[in-house]
């Protein structure tokens, strides 16, 4: 016997209006990792001409 492979409407599928739905629920979150992860990058900038200012 064959087993059939589920079809692809039959499972949960993506959909635009809940991933709106998640960042209206969670925009204070995600602007807050997007703040820590610009910080991370200009503090990475800053130790890197440092220390290529060191070395000159």
Partial sequence: MQSELP???DNESYR???F???IQ???IY???VLI???I???YAKIVKDRK???DN
Avoid: D, Q, R
Wanted: aromatic share 16%.
């Fill in 7 to 9: 079809k692809p409407h």
């Fill in 16 to 18: 635009a209006f809940e």
């Fill in 20 to 22: 709106s739905e998640f």
């Fill in 25 to 27: 629920e969670n925009w």
């Fill in 30 to 32: 995600l602007g807050i």
């Fill in 36 to 38: 820590m992860i610009y």
């Fill in 40 to 42: 991370v990058v200009m």
């Fill in 52 to 54: 290529k200012n060191k």
